[in-house]
């Protein structure tokens, strides 16, 4: 009765038009935030930048692509290299070993859906897992996105911002399932009747956005957070 009372709520408190926010907080942007517009509560920004922070961790910057982030990982794959045996490296991957290791069984991406962020995040590293991806990609991830930041002209520092572009990568290491179906049906082919192999295939991503990414990204940060300052001392020299 309680949550059904509370849906009501929400579902009145979004249809509402927020008069006292006017404006999309973004600079530049003409429109008004979703709470202006009978659409939702947020009243920061439009819907448009609303999803553009959804995606990316920040309504400013999007994401880096793969070309802006390969010099880095470069730099980064040969830095982990030569220091495997480091104290904070062998830290950070126990750790991730330890996100694999509590994640709960595996499950295809094909179930996820009604699953909260935090139950949705746990089954991501479980697709890990069940995927052999070492824990040291995932230290990798993270480090490329810190020099990647800590090199940008006009960088975004938030801690939200470097928690989602690492998990946007993370995610994308096992993020998909597949399955393949073959079945043997008959057709006539001029007077004979023969048989053929009829082949369905099925390809489920999980969306890589929303309070997902921020639940892996919190999870990769709680890992690999100690090794940040011993990559860029290292790195910096």
Partial sequence: M???RNQ?????????VDTEHKHCKVIGCPHPPRAATRNGLDTRFCRSHADFYSRHGSPYKGSYSAAQLQPYRKVVRKWLKENRENVWVRN?????????????PHEEAFRLAGMSAQERGRKAWARLRNA?????????????????????PQPVETSEFHRVQAAKLVHRLASGSHKRWEREIRRMVGV?????V???ELHKYPQSRGKVLRVIGADIDEACGLVTEAARRDLQD
């Fill in 92 to 104: 950070a991957v126990t750790r991730v070993r330890g996100l694999y290791d509590r994640a709960g």
């Fill in 2 to 4: 309680r949550n059904a």
């Fill in 132 to 152: 052999g991806v070492s824990p040291l990609k995932v230290v990798e991830a993270w480090l490329v996105v810190d020099q990647a930041i800590m090199h940008d």
């Fill in 8 to 16: 009501h709520q929400v579902r009145s408190r979004a249809k509402a």
């Fill in 198 to 200: 009829e082949v369905t």
């Fill in 192 to 196: 004979a009747n023969v048989p053929i």
